[in-house]
């Protein structure tokens, strides 16, 4: 059975930092791309970051670009968003996300509607 678990969430002041992973079990992470998402309350589900498949190229919203980084670690089989820089309205609930092969290793998605299987996701509070 395919499965995703988030970790690593916690709360943290403004300017720290935080590693959160994604551990896959049932299946071969390389095979998909994999993205991380995140909502706050009352508003949208957010794609912050991805990874394709095999080729690993990634894909950031603006808004953590240059201070989050997705990287995969195949003899794990986990995928981890490390997160500097830490603000207030990077509060939340993060899901990893993951997006069978679908013709490409060299491009990914950070639309929430392109994946197919989610974890249960982890919560990241940024407050003083």
């Known amino acids: 059975q395919l499965q995703l678990v988030e970790s690593g969430g916690g709360l943290v002041q403004p300017g720290g930092s935080l590693r959160l992973s994604c551990a896959a079990s049932?299946?071969?992470?390389?095979?998909?791309?994999i993205g991380w998402f995140r909502q706050a309350p009352g508003k949208e589900r957010e794609g912050v970051a991805c990874?394709?498949?095999?080729?690993?190229?990634?894909n950031y919203a603006d808004s953590v670009k240059g201070r989050f980084t997705i990287s995969r670690d195949n003899a794990k089989n986990t995928v981890y968003l490390q997160m500097n820089s830490l603000k207030p309205e990077d509060t939340g609930v993060y899901h990893c996300?993951?997006?069978?092969?679908?013709?490409?290793?060299?491009?990914?998605?950070?639309?929430?509607?392109?994946?197919?299987?989610w974890g249960q996701g982890t919560q990241v509070t940024i407050s003083s």
């Open positions: 990874i394709s498949s095999s080729a690993g190229i990634t």
């Open positions: 049932g299946f071969t992470l390389d095979y998909y791309d």
């Open positions: 996300a993951a997006r069978a092969y679908r013709g490409s290793h060299y491009v990914c998605y950070r639309s929430e509607s392109d994946y197919d299987y």
